[in-house]
């Protein structure tokens, strides 16, 4: 089955710097990629989703991710963050019909 | 248009209790998932649906159940419940697993 790694449990950052959130994958022929944001008391909602095509996907809020196949990497990143940015966000990877989720990234952005 | 519904949002129950978790998607999708978050652990599968009328079983499916009741509902029950169930359920739905729709969760605590 795919797994992923997601390096960091906790990423605390200053307003209006730059942050990357680290997520490895496990080798595949081929490999569908996911970072989800989770709010404090809320479900997860899809940030991006890398299928296949350009290495570097852009998402919502900012967030962009490059997929990297020599390095089984997709990290996001965001040049500016803002302080509603504080939230845990996951990286998951397709395994047959069902997504395998990293243990999150808890993301705090203070002034 | 709702999204995913999940009732109720808090529940609380003695250990050996019984409780029946429910999820309905008015988004026409095929898959449906049931997932369990646990701090430190990101979100492990219980089941999940690909279609109407069959389940599987996903990482973590001991103590639990499922009923795929109609395309939109997907129920998870718990027979006998126990403290290590305690939790935030999240329920999921999907056209494919490309992107998942995830519920508000209910977060469920045995005592």
């Known amino acids: 089955a795919q797994s992923v790694t997601q390096l960091d449990s906790q990423v605390p950052v200053f307003e209006e710097a730059p942050v990357e959130l680290r997520c490895n994958y496990s080798?595949?022929?081929?490999?569908?990629l996911f970072w989800y944001v989770q709010y404090p008391n809320q479900g997860l909602q899809l940030l991006l989703k890398?299928?296949?095509?350009?290495?570097l996907v852009k998402g919502i809020n900012g967030f962009e991710a490059e997929f990297n196949k020599s390095q089984t990497s997709f990290h996001l990143r965001k040049p500016s963050v803002h302080i509603s940015d504080t939230a845990e966000y996951f990286c998951?990877?397709?395994?047959?019909?069902?997504?395998?989720f990293g243990k999150g990234t808890s993301l705090l952005v203070t002034p | 248009n709702a999204g995913v519904t999940q009732t109720p949002k808090f529940q609380v129950l003695k250990t050996g209790q019984s409780m029946t978790l429910q999820c309905a998607q008015d988004?026409?999708?095929?898959?449906m998932y049931w997932y369990r978050q646990d701090p430190g652990m990101g979100l492990r599968l219980i089941y999940y649906?690909?279609?109407?009328?069959?389940?599987d079983k996903g990482e973590v499916p001991n103590g639990y159940n499922v009923s795929r009741l109609n395309k939109r509902e997907f129920s998870l029950r718990l027979e006998s419940a126990a403290p290590s169930q305690t939790s935030v359920y999240f329920c999921?739905?999907?056209?494919?697993?490309?992107?998942?729709?995830f519920g508000p969760g209910t977060r469920l605590t045995v005592t």
């Open positions: 649906s690909a279609s109407e009328g069959t389940t």
């Open positions: 890398y299928l296949s095509g350009s290495t």
């Open positions: 988004m026409n999708h095929n898959s």
């Open positions: 998951a990877v397709r395994s047959g019909y069902a997504l395998n």
């Open positions: 080798s595949s022929v081929s490999v569908y």
């Open positions: 999921a739905s999907s056209y494919r697993a490309h992107e998942q729709y």
